[in-house]
């Protein structure tokens, strides 16, 4: 063998083993499909090549790569890579048709390509791919060229399936963090140190902690307990050697300190948490990470304590008229007593109130079962008129109070509408005895209405104490009653804006509120108002 050859096949050697460590650092697939191509085509001094990949069930190949074609002539190439599959150790039978094949190919795309080499990708037995290296004009390969190939094709398959799992974790990996990012329930992942190293925006919405800022700190510095409900937290329960075998979960329940994070729209300064911590263990048995479940418990708490409180006040709503009812009627049964006709009157007249007042509670509380269970119906009628029903009510209201003037404002051209007329003058009481309520120093209580093109309006206008913020995103809520002391010594169920709400919706209107100080700077009161339609 002449001193030039062993020259040139050292080279080759030496410039395969610099590809192949290339190969090796190289976990990008589309770079690494490249990087593989272009060497190929240089190790044995061809002109063009490609890159055939199988697909996930393998029965297909795609063009994955290309070197020294032209982008739009890459179609051509379609009947060479599908028409011709690869069968391990026939493929000497395949050659001429390869041949002539690529014949056609190069006079349809004006290509002067001549020769083809078609080598395997193949991993664990199975072909992956197909590395094509082309030749032009009356250059021939080297005689030993595919066994140069065929070398590097073991390596590049290796590489090829490297980056392909590379890519199947990245993927998988960014999957996981968007369904950890955009999970409803808060998600903390927490070091060994028990510092924080994944915060999602759950979490973020719940504390008031940006991720940015929330990431790297102690678990300390952003979860802080302002009361626990639960026996320990998470660091006594360290201290206390957990997790124990039989005892992997820890959950701790308690208010926490919101941050106070000046783009955070909340301006509650306390959350209720619970959170379940779940220990991550190595091999060996030793605790590597934490993965903390956070759940905001604010709303079933004050759902539990609403609750409570309807609970003590609706005996006490019950307990009044009929506590009324027994005295009078026992009064007016005792054997020595005479009674004139207007005191019986005026008896009869109370125990009849009283009655009614229990009645209508009763309503209620039958309304509200309704609407839990589904069977929540109007009783639609045509042409009511919603400024003689104002009128109604603002008389009968008017007797009930000395401290309040309650004035109705209706246009000429107010029309007529269709719905259930006993259900809306229900409304129509509950927002102008919600008005007196919260009216302790009285004022001017209008109710007014406005025409639009498609639907008409009815406000209901205090001068009273007006809604506080923390109050406002569960005032139409069942047993939802403002928290002051006002509140506490006024009569009510907190049924009545939620019953409201339930019979405009159901005559597929709306209702809202808003203070007074919104349109006039400086005006007490609220204005409750609601929509129907015309038609």
């Not at 190969?23 to 697939?29: G, R, S, V, Y």
């Not at 639907?455 to 928290?483: M, N, W």
């Amino acid at each position: 063998m002449s001193r030039a050859l062993v020259d040139i096949r050292i080279l080759q050697r030496e410039y395969l083993l610099a590809i192949s460590r290339a190969m090796t650092a190289e976990l990008d697939l589309h770079d690494l499909l490249r990087l593989i191509l272009k060497s190929a085509v240089e190790l044995v001094a061809g002109q063009a090549g490609m890159i055939a990949l199988a697909d996930e069930g393998g029965e297909t190949m795609r063009v994955a790569a290309v070197y020294g074609i032209p982008p739009h002539l890459v179609d051509h190439f379609a009947p060479l890579v599908r028409g011709i599959p690869y069968r391990e150790g026939h493929e000497g039978e395949a050659f001429p048709e390869l041949a002539n094949q690529l014949k056609l190919i190069a006079r349809e795309a004006d290509l002067a390509l001549s020769q083809v080499i078609r080598l395997p990708l193949s991993s664990g037995g199975t072909v992956i791919g197909l590395i094509y290296v082309f030749q032009t004009g009356n250059y021939y390969f080297v005689e030993d060229a595919p066994n140069l190939l065929r070398s590097f094709a073991e390596q590049a398959a290796i590489a090829v399936r490297n980056a392909r799992l590379y890519q199947q974790v990245n993927q998988e990996k960014q999957r996981s963090d968007a369904i950890l990012e955009q999970s409803a329930d808060g998600v903390m992942i927490l070091d060994r140190h028990l510092h924080i190293t994944v915060f999602n925006k759950a979490l973020s919405q719940m504390t008031g902690w940006p991720a940015t800022e929330a990431i790297g700190r102690a678990h300390d510095d952003v979860i802080q307990w302002a009361s626990l409900k639960t026996e320990a937290d998470l660091r006594t329960a360290l201290e206390n050697q957990w997790p124990l075998p039989n005892a992997a979960y820890l959950y701790v329940e308690g208010e926490a300190l919101r941050h106070q994070d000046s783009s955070c729209a909340s301006d509650r300064r306390a959350i209720t948490l619970g959170i379940t911590y779940a220990p991550l263990m190595d091999a060996d048995g030793r605790m590597t990470d934490i993965i903390a479940n956070v759940r905001d418990l604010t709303r079933y708490r004050e759902e539990e304590a609403l609750q409570k409180t309807f609970i003590s006040v609706i005996s006490h709503e019950l307990k009044t008229p009929v506590a009324i009812i027994k005295g009078y009627a026992g009064t007016l049964r005792r054997p020595e007593g005479h009674w004139s006709p207007q005191i019986l009157a005026e008896s009869l007249t109370v125990i009849e109130e009283e009655a009614d007042n229990l009645n209508a509670l009763i309503d209620n509380l039958l309304e509200v079962s309704r609407l839990q269970a589904g069977t929540f119906t109007l009783e639609i009628s045509d042409e009511i008129n919603l400024p003689r029903l104002a009128e109604n009510v603002a008389r009968r209201f008017a007797t009930q109070t000395t401290l309040h003037r309650i004035e109705t404002d209706f246009p000429d051209d107010y029309p007529t509408i269709i719905g259930d007329e006993r259900r809306l003058i229900q409304v129509l009481n509950n927002l102008v005895s919600n008005g007196i309520k919260y009216s302790p120093d009285g004022g001017l209580i209008t109710i007014r209405g406005e025409v639009h093109p498609q639907h008409v309006t009815v406000a209901v206008c205090d001068e009273g104490i007006g809604i506080p913020a923390r109050d406002q995103y569960r005032i139409f809520q069942k047993f939802s009653r403002l928290d002051n002391a006002l509140s506490r010594k006024t009569e009510g169920t907190g049924l009545g804006l939620y019953l409201s709400r339930a019979i405009i919706e159901a005559h597929r209107g709306r209702i809202w509120f808003h203070s007074n100080s919104d349109d006039e700077p400086g005006a007490p009161g609220t204005t409750f108002t609601f929509s129907l339609p015309r038609d």
